[in-house]
């Protein structure tokens, strides 16, 4: 599409889609609510960390449904076997498996043969359980297959039934989503205490009638003790379940007739209202216990038949405890219990907060950047700043179309990514700059430079996604937003940097009319670009330093070590605000309560502390008590206690995070690894992927010595590093790889060289350009990201550096030894493939 006219039409129209989708997303809600309902709908949502709430992970517990499945499979089998006249010394079952151990060994066959139809798979395929033969007992072992599909199907009624649960508990919005394989996702907005709502969840709701064994019954039933949920009236019941609570289609808080009191009415349905008329037909002056998870709420005698369907629960309950009992029967029973292993809170105002911040270090860090391109280039920085304006209302557009969640995280990937999207134009206007110099007119310069920066451009963009893929891929919650947002800026500034930046610049060539062009920059260091500087004189102290520091590094992790996040090493961290108290107060306070090993620091304004308290034991963070300890330790001191941000990790998320952190960065490093041996070759995929290594490691001990939290927003910085230096380094190999092509006969010492010295503007802009945008989030940015900015802008120092003092030293050394085995420096090209086949035929 050649032609100035038609391009700007459909370049305006994509704009103005882009406009008209964002338009929603700042609306105010009187102008907003007067728009049809499709065009509503289409904005994006703002996370939890922005506008305040809560979020909990869940994950179902395995274990404890397993081993129900196993005992009702224990309970079929005794029954079918007492129907053959087969009897059973024992019949054990537990998580992993269950044991049959037979009074007559002679047995054992037959009970074999009796028991493969109870365990075969009614979809067809190998039985669900295995069976190992002992010399007194049979062993049913559970299949692979059959337990991933238990843990799916009981993950994909718990998502129903908390949907349910929070739908009637009256909560706005939530969110509702499924993590891994046996994880459930639950955003709550607006909810700064998620107390009340762990309990609705984490409560399984199993309801189980059993009929009471009292003293002088001769039933032959296995027995069972429970107790009231006071623990004090203590229960003998009859093990065998006489009706599953499933059959109750209804239940409401109701007031009783007799005493006055909340009470819950429940309805049966029609297999249960039948059930449960033969119950009581046939047990009249018994006691039947009705059993909610494990505890007995209530056991009234059996005085009449009752063949109506309906029945009440009464035990002594408030209005909340019986309107929470009701809805918990009506959306029925959890198949198995929800553990939490991950709570997170913000509360309204520190949200509200961090998007004042994110505001003005976005600003802040855009308009440096404006102001920097329109120094060094004029007119036509100012040309790339529009392009730039573009692309941020791109990635807004791209955000609301697909209904995104902006996370603080996902700010700081915009701030970074219109950085990274600056060199697209900074590679441009130098490629540009170098045809003026050789004395091409305006248009061909423009179409010249653009041709030249094309491949570079879109090789850094894809080695840059790659690390991006993988932050989405094994990242989770925040992290995922911050690789979305990163992603979503590269793919935009593709358009605007390589289109849209063109159509302006042919635009203002053509109305000029000037047959050359004049791209004004910093005078001295575009002379000293055209000078070639001896770079590799230096690569022996250059290469030495380097290790010597990433040996440094490495000793610095050993020791002292990382200052790990609750990310990583589990526990609490509570931000708390207690006007009128100090550090002794608090301190006291906790050693009263029993919490002394509590970190406590101050920190900000008087009266605002940091509290960590380390929790190894997942059934802890499980049922949440030390939280609601420790907040009633600090309210103890001031009714006025706030707690704007609360955290709470359990051993098995910060596990699997290490895991994930560890594969993320490794498939990173061999992702771009291959692909820079497509590109180029091997020995400059391996200059390049052994350089970032160095980067990492010097990062990491940047880490170790200032002390700063190593969290998942750190494992960001780290990938996002990795993207930033590999696409720093391709900059300079797609120069070297040029320049062999152009002259491979020059000797490689002084072609690397001419290449850094042809690059080093770009570069230096580049760096600087990242370095004004991530700046103002560096200082003012606050305690969420600070674990990224401030080891961005060490990690963007040390790997624009490293290009040119560490990658290009090695590609010399590693070229210098395929020479020697007599081997080119690249693979032919196409053209010059051709150009044998031709020579061949």
Not at 173 to 201: C, F, N, S, Y
Not at 383 to 392: D, P, Q
Not at 635 to 652: I, N, Q, W
Not at 805 to 814: K, M, Q, T, Y
Request: contains cysteine; neutral net charge.
């Amino acid at each position: 599409m050649r032609s100035l006219s038609k391009r700007a039409i459909v370049y305006g129209l994509v704009i103005l889609l882009g406009l008209l989708s964002t338009l929603p997303s700042f609306l105010p809600a009187s102008t907003l609510n007067q728009l049809p309902q499709w065009y509503q709908t289409t904005s994006f949502k703002l996370g939890l960390d922005l506008r305040g709430g809560s979020h909990l992970l869940l994950e179902v517990d395995s274990e404890a449904l397993l081993k129900a499945q196993h005992q009702q499979l224990a309970e079929l089998i005794t029954d079918n076997l007492r129907e053959a006249r087969l009897f059973v010394r024992a019949i054990n079952s537990d998580q992993q498996q269950v044991e049959i151990y037979p009074r007559d060994l002679a047995d054992l066959s037959a009970m074999k043969r009796l028991i493969r139809p109870l365990i075969e798979n009614p979809e067809g395929g190998l039985p669900l359980y295995r069976v190992e033969a002992g010399l007194d007992h049979l062993t049913l072992l559970p299949t692979e297959e059959y337990i991933n599909k238990s843990v799916n199907e009981a993950v994909e009624k718990s998502l129903q039934i908390v949907r349910k649960r929070l739908d009637e508990s009256g909560l706005v919005e939530p969110g509702i989503t499924r993590h891994g394989k046996q994880g459930i996702q639950v955003q709550l907005p607006g909810v700064d205490d998620p107390k009340a709502i762990r309990d609705l969840l984490g409560t399984t709701a199993s309801m189980t009638f059993h009929w009471v064994v009292d003293e002088l019954s001769t039933s032959s039933a296995n027995v069972q003790q429970l107790t009231d949920p006071s623990g004090q009236q203590h229960y003998r019941i009859e093990s065998r379940i006489a009706m599953e609570g499933e059959h109750i289609r209804d239940a409401r808080m109701a007031f009783s007739q007799e005493t006055g009191q909340p009470v819950v009415s429940f309805t049966l349905d029609k297999t249960g209202a039948r059930q449960f008329a033969d119950m009581t037909t046939n047990n009249i002056d018994r006691q039947l216990a009705i059993v909610l998870d494990d505890q007995v709420i209530t056991a009234p005698s059996i005085r009449s038949v009752i063949g109506a369907g309906r029945g009440e629960i009464s035990g002594q309950f408030t209005l909340r405890e019986a309107s929470q009992l009701a809805l918990l029967l009506r959306s029925g029973a959890l198949p198995a219990p929800l553990l939490v292993i991950e709570e997170r809170t913000v509360g309204p105002d520190l949200g509200s907060d961090a998007i004042q911040m994110g505001l003005f270090t976005g600003i802040t860090g855009a308009v440096l950047v404006l102001f920097f391109m329109v120094a060094i280039y004029g007119v036509w920085g100012l040309i790339a700043c529009l392009g730039l304006l573009a692309n941020l209302l791109l990635i807004f557009a791209v955000f609301s179309l697909l209904g995104a969640t902006l996370t603080l995280p996902g700010i700081a990937g915009i701030i970074l990514s219109i950085g990274m999207a600056v060199d697209a134009n900074i590679l441009i206007n130098e490629r540009i700059r170098e045809e003026i110099r050789r004395g091409k007119k305006a248009w061909h310069a423009i179409d010249s430079g653009f041709r030249r920066a094309y491949s570079t451009i879109l090789d850094s963009n894809i080695t840059s996604l790659i690390a991006v893929s993988l932050l989405f891929m094994f990242g989770s919650g925040p992290v995922r937003g911050f690789a979305v947002a990163i992603a979503i800026g590269l793919l935009t500034s593709l358009f605007t940097s390589i289109s849209l930046t063109r159509l302006l610049m042919e635009w203002r060539a053509r109305k000029h009319s000037g047959l050359h062009l004049s791209i004004s920059g910093i005078k001295a260091l575009d002379r000293l670009s055209r000078r070639t500087i001896n770079f590799m004189r230096s690569r022996k102290i250059g290469l030495a330093a380097s290790a010597l520091l990433s040996i440094a590094s490495i000793g610095l992790f050993i020791s002292p070590g990382l200052n790990y996040g609750i990310d990583f090493s589990g526990g609490i961290v509570v931000e708390s605000q207690i006007p009128g108290t100090d550090v002794d107060q608090v301190r006291l306070a906790l050693n009263v309560a029993g919490l002394d090993e509590t970190q406590l620091q101050e920190f900000g304004d008087a009266g605002h502390y940091l509290l960590r308290l380390q929790m190894k034991d997942a059934q802890q963070i499980a049922s949440g008590d030390q939280l609601q300890q420790l907040k009633q330790a600090l309210t103890a001191l001031s009714d006025a206690a706030e707690f704007p941000r609360v955290e709470m990790v359990g051993p098995k998320v910060s596990g699997d995070f290490s895991d994930a952190t560890i594969l993320a960065i490794v498939f990173a490093g061999l992702g771009m690894l291959a692909y820079l041996w497509v590109r180029f070759e091997f020995h400059f995929a391996l200059a390049a992927t052994t350089t970032i290594a160095l980067d990492l490691t010097k990062t990491i001990g940047f880490f170790a010595l200032t002390g700063i939290e190593f969290n998942l927003t750190a494992v960001a910085a780290l990938l996002a590093l990795i993207g930033y230096s590999v696409n720093d380094k391709v900059v300079v190999f797609d120069r070297i790889r040029e320049n062999l092509r152009a002259t491979p006969d020059k000797p490689l010492m002084q072609l690397l060289n001419e290449s850094i010295s042809a690059t080093l503007t770009r570069t230096v802009f580049t760096s600087v350009t990242t370095l004004l945008a991530l700046l103002p989030m560096a200082i003012a940015g606050g305690h969420a990201v600070a674990s990224f900015a401030i080891p961005m802008i060490f990690g963007i120092i040390i790997g624009t550096s490293s290009s040119v003092l560490i990658a290009s030293p090695l590609v010399l050394l590693l070229g210098q030894r395929r020479m020697q085995r007599g081997l080119a420096q690249l693979r032919p090209s196409r053209e010059e493939m051709q150009k044998k086949l031709d020579a061949i035929l």
